[in-house]
């Protein structure tokens, strides 16, 4: 099956996927899910850029690390479209705006379903989803491997660019989290701060994509399985949930210790 048949196949089966993500933490699930989400398969983290997002002056902030590893990458390849957005009709954000692959096995991709880029081209790509506002991942994930026919799993990764209402990643995660708490992780040194401006009304747990946020009488306590997503601070209608990156943290020099771990790009 080409890569064009495999993914309009996996957008058929796209609520099977929901589905997958509410047991993928339960015997005898949790063994197939393994295979798609356990660190071995899936080794992802979220760059959290934008405004909501605090980082000392005159270090490296988070939009420069994507440019960083394209910088890395030998070969540079996006998606045609997002397969997320196609799958859930999303009405808020384009449908023709794909991932990035990076590295040597991006090479695979099928003309069908991408195209090569020049640097200076993923460069404006990933200018065009920070202006739209999609949140990127960077992520090496056994899924794309299969689904886009791409033999060389050691030898790309993905910067996927997330939409709240569509994408895999966004929703419904809390049970798959927390089977597999080192696949899906925040990136070093981040951290989140309520402010007494909390009014606890509960905006910040309804958006949580991994259910880490629970309201009690003095606001919002988030747990232990924080993702770094930063949708917190991003949804807090009075400002009140401040992400702060730790400045003595490098967040590339983390990213490529734990999502390039064993993968060679260059």
């Not at 699930?29 to 909501?52: L, Q, T």
């Not at 002056?57 to 196609?86: D, Q, T, W, Y």
């Not at 949708?231 to 590339?252: G, H």
Request: aromatic share 8%; hydrophobic share 40%; charged share 25%.
């Amino acid at each position: 099956m080409d890569a064009r048949k495999r993914i309009d196949a996996a957008i058929k089966l796209w609520p099977l996927v929901k589905v997958a993500k509410r047991i993928g933490d339960v015997r005898p699930f949790r063994a197939v899910a393994k295979y798609f989400a356990s660190e071995e398969a899936f080794r992802g983290s979220f760059i959290p850029v934008d405004e909501a997002i605090e980082v000392q002056p005159g270090k490296l902030v988070a939009v420069e690390i994507l440019p960083k590893l394209i910088e890395m990458a030998s070969h540079v390849s996006r998606l045609n479209f997002c397969p997320c957005r196609v799958a859930e009709k999303c009405e808020s954000f384009p449908h023709d705006f794909g991932c990035l692959f990076l590295g040597p096995g991006a090479s695979e991709i099928d003309p069908n379903i991408g195209k090569a880029l020049s640097k200076r081209e993923a460069y404006e790509h990933v200018e065009r989803g920070l202006h739209l506002g999609l949140l990127s991942m960077v992520g090496h994930i056994k899924l794309d491997s299969i689904v886009f026919c791409l033999s060389q799993f050691d030898r790309f990764v993905t910067i996927c660019f997330c939409c709240r209402c569509c994408c895999l990643l966004r929703s419904g995660m809390g049970r798959l989290v927390r089977a597999f708490p080192f696949s899906l992780e925040r990136v070093s040194g981040f951290s989140v701060e309520v402010s007494e401006d909390c009014d606890g009304c509960g905006v910040c747990a309804a958006v949580c994509p991994v259910g880490n946020i629970e309201i009690g009488e003095s606001g919002p306590h988030h747990g232990g399985v924080c993702v770094g997503c930063g949708e917190c601070a991003r949804a807090c209608p009075r400002k009140a949930i401040r992400v702060i990156i730790n400045p003595e943290k490098d967040l590339f020099e983390d990213i490529k210790s734990r999502i390039l771990k064993d993968v060679d790009i260059t």
